[in-house]
């Protein structure tokens, strides 16, 4: 097999896959079934495939399939207990009021039950049932961290640091001057919102979060009705017309079995793109939304003619950056006024600043612990409990320190991410003004980045914006402001 074989058949193979993902999540199959698709493709993900293409990493296209390839061998070496572990929290169910709920379904519940105690409760039971698969998870990220070695790197860290090229060191000193910097807005910040639910601070736990940003009151900004208008209407400004993009397909149609929560499906990009919706409104809703439409702009807006490597591969905070830059729109005050003719939305935009806020800590907080957790620290659930609970200020539980950890340091494309993106948006604003989502130039602006799919990574992007590289100034000087 050459490079050239690699890549066609890998793409291939990640076509079927999200083939799947869409039928089962879309409502249109009972059953995920990705066994036999692996089953089909193993030649990819065999070791001395990846071994060859870890030697072929002298340019971007050679390290994106290295990528891919390193990635997918890992997953196969720990596939039997991938799957344990979800159908164990499949089959899962905490007792409550009298009957079995699953597992599945207790967060909304949490973030719906207005009685503190009764949260606090039901949290504690959800977790004694996430500390069951705790042994499985620990021997899951052992054999990774076994297969990383193997393969020649010196452990897992390092080994998702240079093949994501996510700057590791750089990006962790950035967060803990973030988290020293924001500290004392996010203490009275905190205190404030606690107050709005009548938690006292030093009883605060993670379930008393879940209700708090919840927030059903501002749920009649966020009609459903209104959501696929004002993607249209956003689109529009921009100078797309959602309903005639060529590739682009809009899944409204609703099915007992559909995903509540609204995704993309990139099956081939840019001609066969699915962004699937089920509209329930409220301010979560419409977040996931525009999160999914961005990634669905990207996607069917990429150059057919690339390579699969730079079309889908390389660098995922890319992708996500365009999808929080239309996430990030729901809470934009020009946004919720010229487009969804909201007046009274600053108490919302503060609001929603704090979320953000709060988001930003956990990541941060995260991307620290979960360095210490791979570099195999003592006792890694006290650490979880510590330093999450640094950030955070409210009682951090142990037993979600495996739980809460994102393979291949995902939570570290989500920061390049976030950072990423306000500096593209405060270069919209500079250009285009803060209506920039109204204005057709800015539109073919992005058509323009989104034409290069994921070739460039995302310090290269903020760089062709005319900044030095990743910068968190912007991020860290708009989460001060309250
Ligand atoms: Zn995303």
């Not at 493709?41 to 065999?46: E, M, Q």
């Not at 919102?193 to 030093?202: R, S, W």
Request: net charge negative; charged share 30%; aromatic share 12%.
């Amino acid at each position: 097999m050459n490079l050239n074989q690699f890549e066609k058949r890998a793409e291939v193979f990640r076509e079927e896959m999200l083939r799947e993902y869409y039928q089962a999540m879309a409502g249109l199959k009972e059953h995920l079934e990705i066994a036999p698709i692996y089953e089909r493709y193993a030649d990819l993900f065999a070791e001395d495939t990846v071994r060859w293409l870890l030697g072929q990493r002298q340019d971007k296209r050679g390290r994106y399939l290295a990528e891919l390839a390193t990635m997918g061998y890992l997953e196969q070496r720990v596939k039997e207990l991938t799957e344990a572990i979800t159908n164990f929290i499949l089959k899962a169910t905490v007792e409550w009021d009298g009957e079995e709920i699953p597992y599945q379904t207790v967060q909304p519940r949490i973030a719906n039950e207005p009685v503190m105690e009764r949260r606090h409760e039901l949290y504690a039971r959800q977790r004694a049932v996430t500390a069951q698969s705790n042994d499985r998870r620990a021997e899951r990220f052992q054999a990774m961290y076994n297969a990383a070695q193997e393969l020649g790197f010196t452990d897992y860290t390092t080994m998702c640091d240079q093949l994501e090229d996510l700057h590791l060191a750089w990006l962790t000193e950035q967060m803990q001057t973030f988290l020293a910097r924001t500290e004392q807005v996010y203490v009275e910040q905190l205190a404030h919102y606690l107050a709005t639910i009548g938690v006292p601070e030093d009883k605060a736990d993670i379930s008393d979060s879940l209700y708090l940003f919840r927030a059903p009151h501002f749920d009649g900004l966020f009609p459903a009705e209104r959501m696929l208008p004002a993607l249209r209407a956003t689109l529009s400004g921009l100078g797309i017309d959602l309903d005639s993009q060529e590739g682009l397909d809009l899944d409204t149609e609703p099915r007992p079995l559909k995903s509540p929560r609204a995704f993309c499906a990139p099956i081939r990009v840019p001609d066969e793109v699915k962004l699937v919706i089920k509209p329930i409104g409220g301010q979560n809703d419409y977040k996931a939304l525009f999160h999914e439409a961005g990634h669905a702009q990207h996607a069917v807006n990429t150059a057919a003619e690339l390579p699969f490597a730079f079309k889908r591969l390389g660098d995922n905070s890319v992708t996500e950056g365009y999808a929080f830059l239309f996430d990030n729109l729901i809470r934009n005050r020009h946004w919720l006024r010229e487009v969804l003719k909201t007046p009274d939305c600053e108490d919302y935009v503060k609001f929603s600043r704090f979320h953000k806020l709060w988001f930003l800590r956990r990541y941060g907080a995260k991307l620290l612990y979960e360095q210490e957790l791979h570099a195999g620290v003592k006792d890694p659930a006290s650490r979880y409990t510590e330093i999450l609970g640094n950030a955070l200020k409210v009682t951090i539980a142990s037993e979600r320190y495996l739980e809460d950890v994102d393979d291949a340091y995902y939570v570290a494309q989500y920061l390049r991410a976030w950072i990423f993106e306000v500096q593209m948006r405060r270069y919209l604003e500079r250009e285009y003004g803060s209506t920039w989502f109204t204005k057709p130039a800015a539109g073919r602006f992005l058509m323009d980045l989104w034409r290069q799919g994921q070739r460039d990574n995302v310090v290269e992007l903020a760089r062709q914006m005319g900044y030095e590289g990743l910068d968190l100034e912007p991020l860290t000087e708009e989460l001060l402001n309250f």
